[in-house]
Antibody, heavy 118, light 116 residues
C-alpha cells in the first residue's frame, strides 16, 4: 500500500524560504522508473505542477518557478524535500506530493496548507 | 505546452450519467490525458488515463466500473454512469508534455460535479 504525507510549516512570512517534506511508504525511490512530484493548489484554483525527482536523482522543474525551487531526496529515510525561496502571498496554497509510477501520478498525499502572510 | 480546458461545473441526478470534457488546445490531438477525482478537503485521486483509443493502462485503485473514458480529436471524456453521492467531487484533467529535460505537466481548471 502506497502512502505519502506532506509536512512543513503552516505559516511563512513573505520573502522567507519554505521547506516541505514528503514522507512516503509502500515503495522505494531507488526503484527504476519511480519518482515523486510536488503539486500545489491555491484556494479555489487549479492544480499546478511544481517539480519531480526520479529514482536516479534526475530532476524536473516547472519553468515558471524553476529559479525558486529545489527538490531533493533521501532514499534511506523515504523522504523527498521541496524548498521554495522568496515566498509571496500568491504562493498560499495546499501543497501535495505524489508518487510517479508507470509515468503516472497515481498516488497522492492529503496535502498541507501553507499560508504566506506577515 | 498544451492548454487543457474544462467547464467549471456539471450536475446529474442520482443514478443518472454525466460526461465531463477536457479539451486540449490545437495541435495536441495525440496527447493522452489523466483524470483525477478530488473529494472535498481531500487530495486528488488518480482515475485513469485516456488517449484517442480510449483508456491507457489501468484504472486507479478502487475506481468503480461506472467510470469510463473516451477520446476523440482534441477532447478527452470521463463518463460516470449511475452516479452516486460519493461521486460528488472536483474532477481535474492533466497531461504530460515534453520529454527528458523538457518534461512538464499541466492541469486543467477542474470541473465541479454536483449530484442532485
Amino acid at each position: 500500500q502506497i502512502t505519502l504525507k506532506e509536512s512543513g510549516p503552516t505559516l511563512v512570512k513573505p520573502t522567507q524560504t519554505l521547506t516541505l517534506t514528503c514522507t512516503f511508504s509502500g515503495f522505494s525511490l531507488s526503484t527504476s522508473g519511480v519518482g515523486v512530484g510536488w503539486i500545489r493548489q491555491p484556494p479555489g484554483k487549479a492544480l499546478e505542477w511544481l517539480a519531480l525527482i526520479y529514482w536516479d536523482d534526475d530532476k524536473r522543474y516547472s519553468p515558471s518557478l524553476k529559479s525558486r525551487l529545489t527538490i531533493t531526496k533521501d532514499t534511506s529515510k523515504n523522504q523527498v524535500v521541496l524548498t521554495m525561496t522568496n515566498m509571496d502571498p500568491v504562493d498560499t496554497a495546499t501543497y501535495y506530493c505524489a508518487h510517479r509510477g508507470m509515468a503516472l501520478f497515481d498516488y497522492w498525499g492529503q496535502g498541507t496548507l501553507v499560508t504566506v502572510s506577515s | 505546452q498544451p492548454v487543457l480546458t474544462q467547464p467549471p461545473s456539471a450536475s446529474a441526478s442520482l443514478g443518472a450519467s454525466v460526461t465531463l470534457t477536457c479539451t486540449l488546445s490545437s495541435g495536441y490531438s495525440n496527447y493522452k490525458v489523466d483524470w483525477y477525482q478530488q473529494r472535498p478537503g481531500k487530495g486528488p485521486r488518480f482515475v485513469m488515463r485516456v488517449g484517442t483509443g480510449g483508456i491507457v493502462g489501468s484504472k486507479g485503485d478502487g475506481i468503480p466500473d461506472r467510470f469510463s473514458v473516451l477520446g476523440s480529436g482534441l477532447n478527452r471524456y470521463l463518463t460516470i454512469k449511475n452516479i452516486q453521492e460519493e461521486d460528488e467531487s472536483d474532477y481535474h484533467c492533466g497531461a504530460d508534455h515534453g520529454s527528458g529535460s523538457n518534461f512538464g505537466y499541466v492541469f486543467g481548471t477542474g470541473t465541479k460535479v454536483t449530484v442532485l
